[in-house]
């Protein structure tokens, strides 16, 4: 028998990773149950995309097909269930407001919490998070493009002995960014406490699950000895240490990126319910209940492999043979038609937190003239994507009439201030194809070279036929659009010269107000289109520091129209979700917030008839 169901509305918006898919949005199921770890069970899922880092947080590795399976290898202080509702993660450790002003938060490890190889988790793992995540520490003026691969943007090299840089994208005014002076330690080395310069009204999603600092201080130190490691660490921080923090900063922005499984096992230590045991290449990641692992969110099942499957369609022919037991592919019309065939399986649909767009490079682009820095060439080839087109040809069959364009880059269709956003933002002007507009533009920008290379994941069926309307209207405007698709994709954006507008979905991590700044502000982690506006720069900078809702509406509202205003780029839908499982596991219940399908993974279960 199959079982379908449908999921509210989404209403959420959030901060942002880079999607290949991610899935629907299904009821409450918060509280871990009570069954326990069942010895020896396993289950098989499936994602689109392959795994390459264990630190999400730098701005190569910041993409959702990392933070699912970081999600459940890095133990941290809060998670969102999927109502969704922000959950403290007391078992792992608390969080405390000593005081608004100065904005003053108090980190504080449980008792017991450890890391997968024994070694406790505390203080130096905190105040390691805070450098590389606030760079307070980072050299001024420092460029590291020379040390990061062309293609990609993954650092290949140590950097300069007397030079620190951490690639977690902070800026100063927004997050740590904002936490300028060094946390102090407290005695029993479980606490830190932080100082805002600043109020910062998303402070509780400031704190990202940290990484170990005794295996990075080790590694990049050339110590041999956990608590060695860690005071070293600590020192190198509370001294600010040039020479042993830029080892550290090193290891710490590449020493965690690979594609199989590493030789050093250290590589792979977890705090959280599961680790990593092996990993082939393009093939499969597999996590194993951590041993070492005391806290509330205990899983079920021993054992979860993430199998890698681009095709959707190829996903959902494993699930019928009985190779993966949960999907969440792209939905097209073909996937829905597909499973509709399949028995013994439950799917849930419906909208999820990701939207697809298309982006233009404002600088170094690999049009010989940069096409998209000229105003007149961004107008003119957004006035050529088929928007309708999309949604009806490729949307609309599984969507049906939910199946509605997304007309803003800062808030999600349903929200409050969309429609009013929507209707000063100036997206009107390209809710329809105007090929006539586009070439009399075009015209007047100057540009001869009216090559624009798009970049998208070239495995992915949905994308393929995107790129391919977009190549067919954008001709008729006169702009030769080429094929800069790649399975790569994702290492690729933000890479300069590689290609000249890209397509793929932002997907929302959280229910922040902030999360625009990341994507927009001058330099961020997620801006890999070179934008920049001081305008907005100032106005992102007001919104982090805004506590009132209205006033906060305003201001993303004020950022929506100077985006729309500076062609930034179109928004075209809110993704349709489609989420499939066997009936052998049960307990499977996604977000529309990332990590989607993964965000309870340790309240799965092996049902008895699938025992």
Same mark, same amino acid.
């Given at each position: 028998?199959k079982?379908?169901?449908?999921a509210?509305?989404?209403?959420?918006?959030?901060?942002?990773a880079?999607?290949g898919?991610?899935?629907g949005n299904?009821g409450?199921?918060?509280?871990?149950d009570d069954s326990?770890?069942?010895e020896?069970?396993?289950?098989t899922?499936?994602?689109?995309?392959?795994f390459?880092?264990m630190?999400?947080?730098?701005?190569f590795?910041n993409?959702?097909?990392n933070n699912?399976?970081n999600y459940?290898?890095?133990?941290?202080?809060n998670?969102?269930d999927n109502t969704?509702k922000?959950?403290?993660?007391k078992?792992?450790?608390?969080?405390?407001?000593?005081?608004?002003?100065p904005?003053?938060?108090?980190?504080t490890?449980?008792d017991?919490v450890?890391?997968?190889d024994?070694?406790?988790?505390?203080?130096s793992?905190l105040?390691?998070?805070?450098?590389?995540?606030?760079?307070s520490?980072?050299t001024?003026?420092?460029?590291p493009?020379?040390y990061q691969?062309a293609e990609?943007?993954e650092?290949?090299?140590?950097?300069?002995?007397?030079?620190?840089?951490?690639d977690?994208?902070a800026?100063p005014d927004?997050?740590?960014?904002?936490?300028?002076q060094?946390p102090?330690?407290?005695?029993?080395g479980k606490?830190i406490?932080?100082v805002?310069d600043a109020?910062?009204?998303?402070?509780?999603?400031a704190f990202?699950s940290?990484?170990?600092?005794?295996i990075?201080?080790?590694?990049?130190?050339n110590?041999? /000895?956990?608590?060695?490691?860690?005071?070293?660490?600590?020192?190198a +921080?509370?001294? &600010?240490?040039a $020479?042993?923090l *830029?080892p550290?900063s090193s290891?710490?922005n590449?020493?965690f990126?690979?594609?199989?499984?590493?030789?050093?096992?250290?590589?792979?230590?977890?705090?959280g319910?599961y680790?990593?045991?092996?990993?082939?290449?393009?093939q499969y990641v597999?996590l194993?209940?951590?041993?070492?692992y005391?806290g509330d969110?205990?899983p079920?099942?021993?054992?979860?492999?993430?199998?890698?499957?681009?095709?959707?369609l190829?996903?959902v022919?494993?699930?019928?043979?009985g190779?993966?037991d949960?999907?969440?592919?792209q939905?097209?019309?073909?996937i829905k038609?597909?499973l509709d065939?399949?028995?013994g399986i439950?799917v849930k649909?419906g909208?999820?937190?990701t939207y697809?767009?298309? /982006?233009?490079?404002?600088?170094q682009?690999?049009?010989?003239?940069? +096409?998209?820095s &000229?105003a007149? $060439?961004?107008e *003119?080839?957004l006035?050529t994507i088929?928007?309708?087109e999309?949604?009806?040809?490729?949307i609309k069959p599984?969507?049906?009439?939910d199946?509605t364009?997304r007309?803003?880059?800062i808030?999600?269709p349903g929200a409050?201030?969309?429609?009013?956003s929507v209707?000063?933002n100036?997206s009107?002007?390209?809710a329809e194809?105007?090929?006539?507009?586009a070439?009399?533009?075009l015209?007047?920008s100057?540009?001869t070279d009216t090559?624009?290379?798009?970049l998208?994941?070239?495995?992915?069926?949905?994308r393929?036929?995107?790129?391919?309307?977009?190549?067919q209207?954008?001709?008729?405007?006169?702009?030769n659009?080429t094929?800069?698709?790649?399975?790569?994709?994702?290492g690729?954006l933000?890479t300069p010269?590689a290609?000249?507008?890209?397509l793929?979905?932002?997907q929302?991590?959280?229910?922040?107000?902030?999360?625009s700044g990341?994507?927009f502000?001058?330099g961020?982690i997620n801006?890999m289109?070179?934008?920049s506006?001081?305008?907005l720069?100032?106005?992102?900078?007001?919104?982090n520091?805004?506590?009132?809702a209205d006033?906060?509406i305003?201001?993303?509202q004020q950022m929506d129209?100077?985006?729309w205003?500076?062609?930034y780029?179109?928004?075209?839908?809110?993704?349709?979700?489609?989420?499939?499982f066997?009936d052998?596991?049960?307990g499977?219940?996604?977000?529309?917030?990332?990590?989607?399908?993964?965000?309870?993974?340790?309240?799965?279960a092996?049902t008895d008839?699938g025992e």
């Amino acid at each position: 028998m199959k079982r379908i169901s449908a999921a509210v509305a989404l209403t959420a918006v959030g901060a942002l990773a880079i999607s290949g898919c991610a899935a629907g949005n299904g009821g409450d199921n918060s509280s871990g149950d009570d069954s326990g770890l069942v010895e020896g069970s396993s289950i098989t899922a499936a994602w689109n995309q392959a795994f390459y880092s264990m630190n999400g947080n730098t701005s190569f590795g910041n993409a959702t097909a990392n933070n699912n399976i970081n999600y459940l290898v890095l133990d941290g202080f809060n998670y969102y269930d999927n109502t969704p509702k922000l959950i403290e993660n007391k078992s792992f450790g608390s969080y405390e407001k000593l005081s608004d002003d100065p904005l003053t938060i108090k980190y504080t490890i449980a008792d017991g919490v450890k890391w997968s190889d024994g070694v406790d988790v505390d203080a130096s793992d905190l105040l390691l998070n805070w450098a590389a995540v606030s760079r307070s520490l980072d050299t001024p003026d420092f460029d590291p493009t020379q040390y990061q691969d062309a293609e990609t943007g993954e650092f290949t090299g140590d950097l300069p002995t007397d030079v620190v840089y951490f690639d977690s994208g902070a800026t100063p005014d927004a997050g740590l960014g904002l936490v300028s002076q060094t946390p102090e330690v407290s005695e029993d080395g479980k606490s830190i406490t932080l100082v805002y310069d600043a109020p910062y009204v998303d402070w509780e999603l400031a704190f990202p699950s940290p990484l170990p600092a005794h295996i990075i201080g080790e590694k990049a130190l050339n110590l041999d /000895d956990a608590k060695k490691a860690k005071d070293a660490v600590v020192s190198a +921080i509370q001294d &600010n240490d040039a $020479a042993a923090l *830029a080892p550290i900063s090193s290891f710490w922005n590449s020493g965690f990126n690979f594609t199989e499984m590493p030789d050093d096992a250290d590589l792979v230590t977890a705090s959280g319910p599961y680790m990593i045991t092996d990993f082939v290449a393009d093939q499969y990641v597999t996590l194993k209940a951590n041993p070492e692992y005391k806290g509330d969110n205990t899983p079920n099942i021993e054992e979860i492999t993430i199998r890698f499957i681009p095709d959707p369609l190829a996903a959902v022919q494993a699930l019928q043979n009985g190779e993966v037991d949960v999907i969440s592919p792209q939905a097209t019309a073909d996937i829905k038609t597909a499973l509709d065939a399949v028995d013994g399986i439950t799917v849930k649909t419906g909208l999820e937190g990701t939207y697809e767009h298309v /982006d233009l490079q404002f600088d170094q682009g690999k049009n010989t003239q940069n +096409i998209f820095s &000229n105003a007149k $060439a961004r107008e *003119a080839f957004l006035k050529t994507i088929p928007r309708q087109e999309i949604l009806d040809t490729l949307i609309k069959p599984i969507s049906g009439d939910d199946a509605t364009l997304r007309s803003s880059q800062i808030f999600v269709p349903g929200a409050e201030g969309y429609d009013e956003s929507v209707k000063n933002n100036g997206s009107d002007a390209f809710a329809e194809v105007d090929i006539e507009g586009a070439k009399a533009l075009l015209a007047e920008s100057g540009i001869t070279d009216t090559s624009v290379c798009i970049l998208y994941a070239s495995n992915n069926p949905r994308r393929v036929n995107e790129f391919a309307l977009i190549q067919q209207s954008a001709a008729q405007a006169g702009f030769n659009v080429t094929d800069c698709g790649s399975e790569k994709w994702g290492g690729l954006l933000g890479t300069p010269g590689a290609y000249d507008a890209s397509l793929f979905g932002w997907q929302s991590t959280s229910l922040g107000v902030t999360s625009s700044g990341p994507t927009f502000q001058t330099g961020a982690i997620n801006n890999m289109n070179f934008y920049s506006n001081a305008e907005l720069d100032d106005l992102v900078g007001q919104l982090n520091v805004e506590f009132d809702a209205d006033k906060q509406i305003e201001l993303q509202q004020q950022m929506d129209k100077i985006l729309w205003n500076d062609f930034y780029g179109v928004t075209i839908f809110q993704f349709p979700g489609v989420t499939a499982f066997s009936d052998r596991v049960e307990g499977i219940d996604p977000s529309i917030l990332a990590p989607t399908i993964f965000w309870n993974a340790w309240d799965w279960a092996v049902t008895d008839s699938g025992e």
